[in-house]
């Protein structure tokens, strides 16, 4: 007799997460791709540019711990159902944008609206599926990052050729705003309260952490700033985004003006960029649930400095170029959900939320330090030269802190 077949809505929190994150990552990684056009339709210089996007970063990591401790107290699906609407009022604003003030005020909304898109989907997720599942369930969540940036890449210049820039923020603000009744909808705060197991688990016994320090009742947040593993990680985080989002967002202008071409070829290494990073969440989070987060995070870290010297290197070939940014983009898509992946191995799974929502102010930081840097030496030396340098040395020292970081023994 054949046994009935179960569906376990883990698989639906997932689809709709993977949903969200689609969506999230192609205003926040588009924003590189509709960059030139920006600056050549408003005159605001590369600096400009970047502050934009440090305005969207600076409501970002100032209330994503907040979204992170509303996500352990009431739940995923209030949280995130609450911020969809918030995001798409801030993207349907950037397709308003005609000064420089206006722009940072429309991103900031838009940051503010991620904060839901981020530390609350990979804490549900994770909550959703048992630690030896949550690699291959973070590697499918997050190719949604990945066809996003894909996405935009390839749609953009033919937005731009039937329309304006204008109209990419406007499409990509509808379709968070109609995320608002699937999240409403189909979320669920965590397979307990739904009379279920994460799916994977053989039993209802928990994985608790192996650190004696983390197996006490409750956990304050204070707590979490006392353990020299929460500071090596956050530090290793600060690192590896300053490195990542110093290529990635200035990589399709780099290839446009500095390069010399045209708008398609180098909105193609967005293209590229994107499936790229949807081969590596799909190949390299699953392997981590087999050799290790912590084997991985050293090995992607590495990975990631050898391409931005690569791009440093090597960036006038055409070839070599789309295959150093491939390279990097297969970790690039890694790097975020690994990083958080370690929340569930090193901190109890009721206050993973808190402890994501804690690093994610050493990512901001870094991508803001990234972005004002950049832009700044871009702007003073004509060339990124200088900044692609820097983005590199910050790779080798995210491979440093990281290497002190004592392997757990979950996985």
């Known amino acids: 007799m054949v046994p009935p077949v179960t569906f376990h809505w883990a698989w639906v929190v997932l689809a709709v997460c993977f949903v969200n994150l689609f969506i999230?990552?192609?205003?926040?990684?588009?924003?590189?791709?509709?960059?030139?056009?920006?600056?050549?339709?408003?005159?605001?210089?590369?600096?400009?540019?970047?502050?934009?996007?440090?305005?969207?970063?600076?409501?970002?990591?100032?209330?994503?711990?907040?979204?992170?401790?509303?996500?352990?107290?009431?739940?995923?699906?209030?949280?995130?159902?609450?911020?969809?609407?918030?995001?798409?009022?801030?993207?349907?604003?950037?397709?308003?944008?005609?000064?420089?003030?206006?722009?940072?005020?429309?991103?900031?909304?838009?940051?503010?609206?991620?904060?839901?898109?981020?530390?609350?989907?990979?804490?549900?997720?994770?909550?959703?599926?048992?630690?030896?599942?949550?690699?291959?369930?973070?590697?499918?969540?997050?190719?949604?990052?990945?066809?996003?940036?894909?996405?935009?890449?390839?749609?953009?210049?033919?937005?731009?050729?039937?329309?304006?820039?204008?109209?990419?923020?406007?499409?990509?603000?509808?379709?968070?705003?109609?995320?608002?009744?699937?999240?409403?909808?189909?979320?669920?705060?965590?397979?307990?309260?739904?009379?279920?197991?994460?799916?994977?688990?053989?039993d209802a016994s928990t994985h608790g952490p192996p650190a004696k320090a983390h197996t006490t009742g409750r956990y304050p947040a204070s707590d979490i700033f006392g353990y020299r593993v929460f500071w090596l990680i956050g530090i290793s985080y600060f690192l590896i985004s300053y490195s990542l989002y110093g290529i990635t967002t200035f990589m399709v202008d780099y290839a446009r003006y500095e390069l010399g071409l045209s708008l398609e070829k180098a909105s193609s290494l967005a293209t590229i960029h994107g499936i790229a990073q949807v081969a590596g969440v799909l190949t390299v989070l699953p392997l981590s649930d087999y050799i290790g987060r912590h084997k991985m995070i050293l090995i992607s870290d590495a990975f990631i400095a050898l391409a931005v010297i690569g791009i440093l290197m090597h960036g006038t070939s055409w070839l070599l170029l789309a295959l150093f940014v491939a390279l990097l983009a297969v970790f690039y898509g890694v790097t975020f959900p690994i990083y958080g992946a370690c929340a569930g191995d090193y901190f109890r799974k009721e206050i993973m939320g808190t402890v994501i929502g804690a690093w994610t102010p050493f990512y901001g930081l870094g991508a803001i330090g990234s972005h004002w840097m950049g832009g700044m030496l871009r702007d003073t030396t004509g060339s990124y030269g200088l900044a692609f340098a820097l983005d590199a040395l910050a790779a080798v020292l995210a491979v440093g802190f990281f290497f002190f970081v004592k392997s757990s023994s979950k996985k």
Not at 32 to 42: A, C, F, K, S, T
Not at 106 to 117: E, H, I, K
Not at 187 to 196: F, K, M, N, T, Y
Request: charged share 10%.
């Open 24 to 202: 999230s990552y192609s205003a926040r990684l588009g924003y590189g791709v509709v960059l030139p056009e920006m600056i050549r339709d408003l005159s605001i210089s590369r600096t400009d540019a970047g502050s934009i996007f440090n305005a969207y970063l600076f409501t970002y990591i100032l209330f994503t711990p907040l979204a992170g401790y509303l996500t352990d107290r009431f739940g995923a699906r209030l949280v995130i159902t609450v911020c969809s609407l918030i995001l798409g009022a801030g993207l349907l604003l950037m397709g308003k944008v005609d000064s420089l003030l206006f722009a940072c005020l429309a991103f900031a909304v838009v940051g503010l609206g991620a904060t839901g898109m981020w530390t609350p989907v990979i804490t549900v997720v994770q909550r959703w599926f048992a630690p030896h599942r949550r690699g291959l369930a973070l590697g499918i969540l997050s190719t949604g990052y990945g066809l996003g940036f894909a996405t935009m890449g390839a749609a953009f210049p033919l937005i731009v050729h039937h329309f304006t820039w204008r109209h990419a923020w406007y499409f990509i603000g509808a379709a968070a705003l109609a995320m608002v009744v699937m999240n409403g909808l189909f979320l669920r705060r965590d397979p307990e309260s739904s009379g279920a197991r994460p799916w994977g688990e053989p």
